[in-house]
């Protein structure tokens, strides 16, 4: 019997962030991993999902513009019922009703309440810890994220497992000779929010105290929360970026700094690596995971991280110049953070999932 899969992709049409990424990412390197499998996308535009993903290995249906909570209640439950779906695909809330898989890419508004307003604290709290709970399979995108989910609702092993995210470019795209450095810059990526520390790592630029360089911050201010001022001198927010021009900033840079408090994974810092750059990372949550022995780190938390982080950065433009990674030791972390492995672990996830729900009543207690 075909297994018939469906994935809620409204992410790939939507705001630019690390759920789309990933699930962009991942549905590429499934397409040709599918067997007898058939998959089909919904999204708000699925011509738009169809052209993003660049494949036809898929069908692709149209969920429609519909608030969330009506795409999880009914609109989606009744779509899979018409496409006899056996089981749904769901990035961290999923529907009351049916089979599911769940992604959950973190749970930082639990574990880090501080750094998140009340809305998502409670958003993450009801709705996540149902997905999980009944969910038929939970898939973390890293081991301290695997951990947190375990930590907090004592899932049977069987029922959670990790799934590494690869990089945010094509595998060739991180071996392509750098076009040589077009001027001295600093470069940090990701959505302007408190976690991400963009303001320490602002405080402790200008407090280096380096001529001639500057600071590259490429992402947007999150509408979830408060903006502020974090242009000056020498410093720059560039939102809205093509690929294109994201690959050419990280082949220019002269050093990458990741100074975010919380992460679930954390693929900027994997892509720095990947292309070659210098790197200053919080050692907080996944980020040593992704990391691991290629990145200087600091504790973006403790009693003068500014003063430590600004020393660094000094110290790398100035007689202490932090080492990049040979290409030797990119390629080693390419081969453990790569999307191939990763669909052949979500496809693996998906076939248990599906034995454990056709066991017979009894039977159905242990997910191989």
Not at 18 to 25: A, E, F, P, Q
Not at 68 to 81: D, E, N, T
């Amino acid at each position: 019997m075909t297994l018939r899969i469906g994935v809620d992709g409204h992410v790939l049409t939507g705001k630019f962030q690390g759920t789309r990424t990933t699930l962009s990412n991942l549905l590429r390197a499934v397409a040709s991993r599918l067997g007898d499998r058939q998959l089909v996308v919904y999204a708000d535009d699925p011509e738009k999902a169809r052209a993003l993903l660049g494949t036809n290995a898929f069908a692709y249906r149209d969920l429609g513009r519909v608030p969330a909570i009506r795409r999880l209640l009914s609109v989606l439950p009744q779509q899979f019922r018409d496409d006899g779906i056996d089981l749904g695909v769901f990035q961290y809330m999923a529907p009351l009703r049916g089979r599911h898989i769940v992604f959950v890419h973190d749970l930082l508004p639990l574990t880090h309440p501080h750094l998140f307003p009340l809305k998502i604290r409670l958003r993450t709290r009801i709705f996540f810890s149902l997905a999980i709970r009944r969910a038929a399979m939970v898939l973390a995108v890293s081991d301290y994220t695997r951990g947190e989910i375990m930590r907090r609702f004592r899932l049977p092993s069987g029922k959670l497992r990790v799934v590494r995210n690869g990089p945010s470019f094509p595998p060739a795209t991180y071996r392509q000779s750098s076009p040589g450095p077009k001027g001295r810059y600093i470069m940090t990526v990701g959505r302007i929010e408190p976690r991400k520390n963009i303001a320490l790592l602002v405080d402790a630029f200008r407090k280096a105290g380096v001529p001639g360089v500057r600071l590259v911050i490429v992402g947007a201010f999150d509408p979830d929360f408060p903006q502020v001022r974090i242009e000056g001198e020498r410093v720059e927010v560039r939102s809205g970026v093509s690929d294109d021009e994201l690959i050419e900033l990280y082949r220019g840079a002269s050093l990458f700094v990741y100074p975010s408090e919380a992460e679930g994974f954390g693929m900027p810092l994997l892509d720095a690596i990947l292309f070659g750059l210098p790197v200053i990372s919080s050692d907080r949550t996944s980020l040593p995971e992704v990391g691991g022995d290629l990145a200087a780190y600091f504790d973006p938390t403790a009693a003068g991280a500014v003063d430590h982080l600004a020393a660094k950065i000094a110290g790398h433009f100035g007689d202490a110049p932090l080492s990049p990674p040979t290409p030797a030791q990119r390629e080693a972390h390419a081969a453990r953070f790569n999307w191939s492995r990763a669909a052949g672990d979500f496809l693996d996830a998906i076939d248990a999932a599906q034995q454990y729900l056709s066991a017979p009543a009894g039977k159905a207690g242990v997910i191989r």
